[in-house]
């Protein structure tokens, strides 16, 4: 059985900087491109950044880009979200997927294992 978990959301002001750690088991995961997504109250999920399974492509929305780092440790089948420069605008939930497509170019959105989230509010 799969499963995704995420951790390191909260509450911080805005310029403050967050870390988001996803942890995946019941998969290998080095085979698995893996992604962060975020969804904000009335608004539609969106990829944020996605890193390929080695760690040797990354991509990145272009409202972060500058801001944000993923990064992931196959050893520990983790994957990691820093967030730096923190905006009110990046206030949402923020989910962790393994990914069931990759092409290098978009944060895929189906057929992913998705985890159950964790809350990033940023005040202002």
């Known amino acids: 059985q799969v499963q995704v978990v995420e951790s390191g959301g909260g509450l911080v002001q805005a310029g403050e900087s967050l870390r988001l750690a996803c942890t995946a088991s019941g998969l290998t995961f080095d085979t698995y491109a893996m992604g962060w997504f975020r969804q904000a109250p009335g608004k539609e999920r969106e990829g944020v950044s996605c890193i390929a399974w080695r760690g040797d492509k990354t991509i990145y929305v272009d409202s972060v880009k500058g801001r944000f780092i993923i990064s992931r440790d196959n050893a520990k089948n983790t994957v990691y979200l820093q967030m730096n420069s923190l905006k009110p605008e990046d206030t949402a939930m923020y989910y962790c997927?393994?990914?069931?497509?990759?092409?290098?170019?978009?944060?895929?959105?189906?057929?992913?294992?998705w985890g159950q989230g964790t809350q990033v509010t940023v005040s202002s």
């Open positions: 997927a393994a990914l069931g497509y990759w092409n290098g170019r978009t944060c895929a959105m189906h057929n992913n294992y």
